[in-house]
Structures are given as structure tokens and as C-alpha cells.
């Protein structure tokens, strides 16, 4: 950490170390494995055109303006957020809203841009499996309960650890509206311990280098292995941070099917309501025509949804199977 004088408030602050900056129009595809297997994560800037996250910002954008997240008569654009509005997940009214946003085609189509998968193609191979379901992250400010503490991405989204989260702003993010941050090589350590409690990884005791952090604007893609420990910062700033995050692996290796379906929330949420207003049919249950590899697998899943300790895991496994089996999972080559 560095010692600065902020000049406008004559504090001093302290400032983790810089990410390691890959600029877009010097990419050389060929050195990023090692970067990442170095560092645990890669910060490429402008990669993205901004004017294709402009337009998915200004879909997010209009949906929290018609559900009042922003102050009266201002322009939504600058997303000011109505403090009276504010909520998160898993809050009903954040979940209505945010449901509208998870459902935009724009938002899937994102994922699945040529210059990403190009990306992550060089990561893990030619067999890329992008996770169907991404994260939106529309983080109101001064609200602690909202931010995401230290944690590795490995322990919620399981599978196989050889995965990898893309994460990027829609928007200018500087330090003030809690952009993430990354403890760099903690990768190398394996899942770390969580406090039992919280299943938060406590700063102190995490392992790994230095904590890095950085101004990312729109355009520009942080990506991390599912095992570097990473967290939000504070949004300490006036304006909503809107941010995605999404997953990406090689379809040769294992994947947890809870990572396919909706297994919280089978009533709630479907892909038939996502796809209900979609134009295009060919990112509709793309998945199910690869030959994934499933962890648990269905006959492990009808195993689980019988002898799983509490009846919350065993309707959860049951969710599982039931929806994975009306996707027609029997698509796959190798459905074990
Ligand atoms: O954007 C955030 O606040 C948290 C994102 C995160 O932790 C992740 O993408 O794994």
C-alpha cells in the first residue's frame, strides 16, 4: 500500500498498488496464459468498444428509471440514485427489478461478443462453455450490506476450478463507486478458510501477494481465475454502480449443473420467462447442444435429492434434475 495526500480533502489515504495493465491494441493473445497463471488475473483495457456497452448501459438504465431508482428529473444517464429506493439482493423489490434486467437479450448477447470469446478461448482452450447465467450488479451507494466481501468465486460456483469470471463496468468506475479488487498470485493457495459465520475470507488472513486495485472505465474487462480471492470496494459516491460479471470454462471439463438452472428459485425464474421476449433463437438453450460434463452428475443428482441430510438440499438437488431434464439435457453426448 502507498501513502497519498488526497489535495481535496488534505487526508492522507492509503492506495493499493495499480493492476498490471494490458492495453487492447497491444494484445498479444499468446502471453496472457502466462500473465494469468503469474498473477491470478488479467486487466485488459478497452477491450470492449464503448459504444456496445453504452447501449446495454442504456437498456439497464431506462428499466431502473422506470422503477424510480434514480432522483426526480434528473437525467437517468447520470444514475443518481434516490437513496429512498434503495435495495439489493435479495430484497423483493430489488429482485422485480433486477429480474427485468436478467432478461434482456442485450445482457446474454454480451457474454458471447467475439472479442471476448477470443479471449477466453486462448484461456482455456478451443472448447469454450460460457455460463449461461451472468450477473448484473446495480450496487446503490452507502449501503454496506451491499458490498461483497473477499471471496473466492470457486466455492459458489463449484464445478471445476480451472474457470474463470469476467468482470466489467458499464460504466466509468472509479475507486468511489466500488470497483473490485484483487489479492494478487491467490490463486496458488487452493480454496482458502472462511470465517464459518459470514463465509466471508477475512482480509488479514487471506493468502497471496498484494491487494491491487484500479480505475477500470467502460470498455475495459477484468478477468480472474475462479481461485484469486477478490472483493468490492465501498460505493461511496452518489450514482448506482452497474457492473456484469460472468463465468467462463472449457466445456471438456466438469461443470456444476446449478450453474445452468434456476435451483433458488424454480418458480420465480425460468429460461422460458428470460427467452419470453427475446428476437433471436440462437442463444436459446445453447448449452444443451454441448457435451458437458456434469458434477454432481443426474444419477448423483437422484442420489443427492434422496439421501442429502436436510430436506432444503434434498428439494434443492430434486430442482436440479427436474429442471435439467426439461431442458432436454439428453442432447449431450456424455450426460453421466
Ligand atoms: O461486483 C460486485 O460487487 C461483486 C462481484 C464479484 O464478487 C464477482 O464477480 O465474483
Redesign the pocket.
Known sequence: MRKVLNRRTGMIEYMLKPFREIYAKHLDLGSLNEEMNAHGYLFLKGLIPAKDVRRLLDEIVEILHVAEWFIKDSDPASRVVNISSACGDPDPAFKSVYEKVFNLESFHAFTHQAILRQVMHQLVGSNLLIHPKP?G?L?FPNCERL??HA?Q?HRAISGDSESY?V?MPLHDCPPEL?P?QILEASHRYGLQSVDPETGIIPKESAQGADWVAGHLNAGDVLIFHSLTV???SANVSNQL?I?M?CRFQSAERPIDPANLVFPGSSKQKSWEKTYSNWHSESLKYFWTKMPLKLNPSRAELAELAQTSSSEKMRSRYAAILSQLESQQLSHTQNPT
Open positions: 450477473v450488479r450496487i458490498i461483497v471471496h468465486d469470471t468482470w466500488g473490485l477478490h472483493a468490492a454502480r457492473s460479471d
